[in-house]
């Protein structure tokens, strides 16, 4: 196809504003899909992200689409994950676009992604249609959210379409924008080539998949290509479009957008971002915006059961294949056995995987609390990256402590402001700025530390705010702050996955309100168990659960086995998702209990 025939897209929204319902839609109309086979939301391929209504994992379709003008376009919607999370992947799809729909819900309004988005698709360049969907809706004010677009974003909303995603209204005109209004991508045939890769995938049969948009140049079926920033080379075994089934096609030209195959083992050699070139005629520079994603926060995967600590290590490396953000390696604990210590993008993506892995892989875990990467600095000068509280170098010897810091915007209605201001104080947030966006609705900005965002801050965002308040962050570097490290002894002994790094102001309270959460959710044992929490040797809290009085089957009067049994396989299951702790059983909550304290 012509540069001048094609058109690349993609869909930006606010969580639940009708990205996939109208991504539905466009395949619909175009005949792409037929209705009948469409599985609601047919871009959002698996299972978790339907359920969760997210997108993780990017996805494109090739619409065929005749014109009013007559002419047959090619329309390449490529679509974008919505969670600040995967914030890299969004920006480089968009960077495969010429255009993209901005989608708001028109009985809401600009939200706290609404804007995280646009700011990406403005750096990048693109041509943004607004359209102000769920008009169908009784409280729609499209008029209303028009102008707030306007105020807000200083977007021309004169052409905005009206729309409606789940009535099928205003899609016509949808396609009809896009043709008229995302430019045509450059007519690059003639150069070197380069094509920008925006999502790989792990396919147990072709191996990685790699999509990517032909920027310059061309490719063909057999080519030996180079990655231009880790320098793998491949053979082209498979090309084609996705359709979004794939379809293969002897070559791709500039401009268009399309899927290789060529053997790769795993995603991390074919890493979104990178630049794909031919190896007999390479491009001299590789196209820009690459960037190795870190992991931000870290957790430790332990199997309740320790025989499956194999099955879990094959299941990880499973999920690794699809998955280039996702690190672990194996961690020992006195206290929890073998397990691995697992490096994520941030909250949502360390659900996704544990989730994945309890489902999916039928594995019972017990998970620590999430913490961020720390920097500590001993005084003989060398630095350490801390994922793990037990990597800090012990009291003498540490000098100081640095902490990750992001940029956080809440947008909210008016009337929770003081609220919303009130719990950033307490997250050790720092003021930045506020402005109205409307008469009615608030930007707030902060600089908090990422340790307080990850526990449970949108949470509590969401409850002070009747669930009206949105939010996004963004890291901004790291901060020297006045750290400790906060022990918890079980029994005497310590319990490394509950130690926790925090501020030096909030240990004391913290060490309180653990140790009686510990308390309540630790179940009593046949003997008394001491609980202490303590900063260095100093302890600052303590508290011990009494012993239990009466055996459990002492209410059996001797008699009744069956009745017994049934009691003793009670017991059992709720013994499940436990770690012994020495002694002591500790269940699953009680790892997390750190989160909830505030
Ligand atoms: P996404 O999170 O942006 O992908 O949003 P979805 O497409 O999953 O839509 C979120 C919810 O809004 C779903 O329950 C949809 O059925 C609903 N929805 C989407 N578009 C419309 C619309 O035009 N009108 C109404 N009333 N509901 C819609
Ligand atoms: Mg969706």
Excluded at 85 to 93: G, L, P
Excluded at 227 to 246: A, H, Q, R, S, W
Aim: proline share 5%.
């Amino acid at each position: 196809v012509a540069p001048s025939h094609i058109r690349n897209f993609s869909i930006i929204a606010h969580i639940d504003h009708g990205k996939s319902t109208l991504a539905d839609q466009l395949l619909i109309k175009t005949d792409t899909v037929e209705n009948r086979d469409m599985q609601a939301q047919y871009l959002d391929g698996m299972d978790l992200e339907r359920e969760r209504g997210i997108t993780i994992k990017l996805n494109t379709a090739r619409m065929k689409y005749v014109a009013k003008d007559g002419e047959t376009y090619a329309l390449n919607l490529i679509d974008t994950p919505g969670h600040v999370d995967f914030s890299y992947e969004v920006s480089r799809s968009l960077a495969a676009c010429e255009g993209c729909l901005l989608v708001v819900d028109a009985s809401q309004g600009v939200e706290a992604q609404t804007l995280a988005n646009v700011y990406l698709a403005l750096a990048n360049d693109l041509e943004i249609i607004p359209v102000l969907n769920k008009i169908d809706l009784p409280g729609a004010e499209p008029d209303r959210v028009k102008r707030e677009i306007e105020e807000v974003i200083g977007l021309d909303c004169s052409n905005a379409i009206y729309a409606s995603a789940k009535k099928g209204l205003g899609i016509a005109e949808i396609l009809e924008a896009v043709v008229e209004r995302v430019p045509a991508p450059a007519d690059n045939r003639g150069k070197p080539l380069r094509a920008l890769i925006f999502d790989s995938y792990y396919d147990a049969y072709k191996g990685v998949v790699v999509q990517f948009r032909v920027t310059d140049g061309e490719l063909h079926k057999g080519d030996l290509v180079k990655f231009m920033n880790t320098g793998c080379e491949y053979d082209i075994v498979e090309l084609g479009v996705l359709n979004p089934k794939p379809v293969e096609v002897d070559a791709l030209y500039a401009g268009e957008v399309g899927y290789l195959a060529a053997s790769i083992k795993q995603v991390a050699d074919a890493r979104v971002g990178d630049t794909i070139t031919l190896k007999k005629r390479p491009a001299e520079e590789a196209l820009p915006g690459y960037t190795e994603v870190q992991p931000m926060v870290f957790c430790g995967l332990f199997p309740t059961d320790a025989d499956q600590y194999t099955e879990l290590r094959e299941a990880l490396l499973k999920l690794q294949l699809n998955d280039a953000a996702l690190r672990f390696e194996p961690e020992v604990s006195s206290a929890m056995g073998f397990g691995f210590r697992c490096g994520f993008l941030g909250l949502l993506h360390m659900e996704i995987v544990q989730e994945r892995l309890e489902r999916e892989y039928d594995l019972d875990l017990i998970t620590t609390a999430p913490t961020v990467v720390f920097k500590a600095v001993a005084t003989d000068g060398t630095e350490t990256v801390v994922d793990c509280p037990s990597k800090l170098p012990p009291g003498n010897r540490l000098a100081s402590i640095s902490e990750p810091y992001v940029r956080l915007e809440v947008i909210t209605p008016k009337e929770y402001v003081g609220s919303i201001m009130e719990l950033a104080q307490q997250r050790r947030g720092e003021y930045v700025d506020m402005q109205f966006l409307t008469e009615t609705r608030t930007t707030l900005v902060y600089n908090m530390p990422l340790a307080e965002v990850v526990t449970d801050f949108f949470d509590a965002l969401k409850s002070r705010s009747r669930g009206y308040a949105s939010m996004e962050y963004a890291i901004t570097g790291y901060r020297e702050n006045d750290l400790v490290l906060l022990d918890i002894k079980i029994n005497g002994e310590m319990v490394e996955p509950l130690a926790a790094i925090i501020h030096r102001d909030n240990a004391y309270y913290v060490g309180k309100a653990l140790v009686k959460r510990l308390k309540e959710l630790i179940p009593r044992q046949q003997f008394r168990v001491p609980i202490q929490a303590a900063i260095g040797a100093r302890v600052v809290a303590s508290e011990s659960i009494p012993a239990l009085r009466k055996d459990v089957l002492a209410k059996c009067y001797g008699g009744d086995i069956s009745r017994k049994k049934k009691l003793l396989k009670k017991q059992a299951a709720g013994k499940k998702r436990m770690k012994s702790l020495g002694r002591v059983d500790v269940p699953q909550e009680a790892f997390m209990a750190v989160l909830q304290i505030n």
